[in-house]
T-cell receptor
Framework: GAVVSQHPSWVICKSGTSVKIECRSLDFQATTMFWYRQFPKQSLMLMATSNEGSKATYEQGVEKDKFLINHASLTLSTLTVTSAHPEDSSFYIC????????????FGPGTRLTVL | SQKIEQNSEALNIQEGKTATLTCNYTNYSPAYLQWYRQDPGRGPVFLLLIRENEKEKRKERLKVTFDTTLKQSLFHITASQPADSATYLCALPGNSGYALNFGKGTSLLVTP
């Protein structure tokens, strides 16, 4: 099946610093990538949708200036958490969709962010 | 508002039995519904997709039903094994394109 990777798998940073998370589709071209956030014992919450070469669409309540998304190629999207604070500590998961995969999304393994 | 509800209580069953998980939704008219498996500290893994014109779908030991009148999907694992222990998520397409909205998931524990 289609494989999506994320890097890093976990990161610990100090409050006020910025963290970049990469999401790659390894064996297919992702026309659309999605970024989700999951707090403990909660459901995945969609943060934003990004299409290659265009600006990301953010869900209501998600600050676009804080969570910068770049989908520069058909296999790579990045999420940068700027000026991270402890409340940004969460599990960030990306998913990728290809027009050839017909409504199916493939998820990355997730990135655990801990902000001290 | 749109809601996806899954049993919040964990489901404990004995190995070999059939596990049945429920997903109910409101204020949706989904073209399809998906089930995912999520292990602790990992991203969701796609299991099955069932479309609105399909009542039932099977894949190996998995079976999904979709009742658009009741607004409910049932997810069955037959001949359950301890390796089936995980959280199972129900997902529906959201309003923004192909993005998914997820339920909170139901934790399944299969004991030997």
């Amino acid at each position: 099946g289609a494989v999506v990777s994320q890097h890093p798998s976990w990161v610990i940073c100090k409050s006020g610093t910025s963290v970049k998370i990469e999401c790659r589709s390894l064996d297919f071209q992702a026309t659309t990538m999605f970024w989700y956030r999951q707090f403990p014992k909660q459901s995945l919450m969609l943060m934003a949708t990004s299409n290659e070469g265009s600006k990301a669409t953010y869900e209501q309540g998600v600050e676009k200036d804080k969570f910068l998304i770049n989908h520069a190629s058909l296999t790579l999207s990045t999420l940068t958490v700027t000026s991270a604070h402890p409340e940004d500590s969460s599990f960030y998961i990306c998913s990728a969709r290809s027009s050839g995969l017909r409504d199916t999304q493939y998820f990355g393994p997730g990135t655990r962010l801990t902000v001290l | 508002s749109q809601k996806i509800e899954q049993n919040s209580e964990a489901l404990n069953i004995q190995e070999g039995k059939t596990a049945t998980l429920t997903c109910n939704y409101t204020n949706y008219s989904p073209a399809y519904l998906q089930w995912y498996r999520q292990d602790p500290g990992r991203g969701p893994v796609f299991l099955l997709l069932i479309r609105e014109n399909e009542k039932e779908k099977r894949k190996e030991r998995l079976k999904v039903t979709f009742d658009t009148t009741l607004k409910q999907s049932l997810f069955h694992i037959t001949a359950s094994q301890p390796a089936d222990s995980a959280t199972y998520l129900c997902a529906l397409p959201g309003n923004s394109g192909y993005a998914l909205n997820f339920g909170k998931g139901t934790s399944l524990l299969v004991t030997p």
